[in-house]
């Protein structure tokens, strides 16, 4: 993993377990609050890699880094449970075959999605998730139709504690 990657939190020895599905969480606002200029509330979503019943990898892409802090470094930890259970939405995708933590990693390195640039008002971590999603049912390791569900569930708020709301999805760059 190269600098674009935030591994504090991650046991190297997950790199060779094999991932039995993999999670995407829209985390809960808990007030359903914008931001301080005035934007309408959004979700930060997360992907979780299942290995077990009770154990997973996270991959967050999260800003707050460069000068202006919209580079994004994807946060990857070891986790002691499947998924989140701040998440307001959840979709679950089974895994098609034998694919590693390492697998996985390793596809989001070669098609450059570690390098990304959210946007000036810090969003983008819902196209980062469709895209990343899009790129594993490419290569075969998710189901096909997998990146239009996760279109389908990114493109809306999902209002606390129940309800939802279209959204459209602020797309960053990758660099």
């Avoid at 899009?134 to 569930?153: F, H, R, Y």
């Amino acid at each position: 993993m190269n600098d674009n990657y935030d591994t504090d939190y991650f046991k190297t020895v997950n790199l060779t377990r094999l991932v039995i599905a993999i999670y995407i969480c829209g985390y809960r606002n808990d007030n359903n609050a914008g931001d301080e200029d005035g934007n309408l509330p959004t979700n930060h979503w997360a992907a979780f890699l299942q290995l077990t019943d009770s154990t997973s990898v996270s991959l967050d892409m999260a800003p707050g880094y460069g000068s202006d802090g919209q580079r994004g470094k994807i946060q990857v930890a070891s986790k002691d449970y499947v998924h989140t259970q701040n998440a307001i939405k959840s979709v679950m995708f089974p895994t098609t075959g034998a694919y590693t933590v390492s697998d996985i990693i390793n596809l989001i390195t070669q098609n450059g999605r570690e390098k990304y640039t959210f946007t000036e008002a810090w969003e983008g971590c819902r196209y980062w998730i469709y895209t990343f999603i899009s790129d594993l049912e490419a290569a075969g390791i998710i189901p096909a139709g997998s990146g239009q569900t996760t279109w389908g569930v990114v493109s809306y708020y999902w209002r606390n504690p129940s309800g939802y709301e279209l959204r459209t999805v602020a797309q960053g760059t990758f660099r």
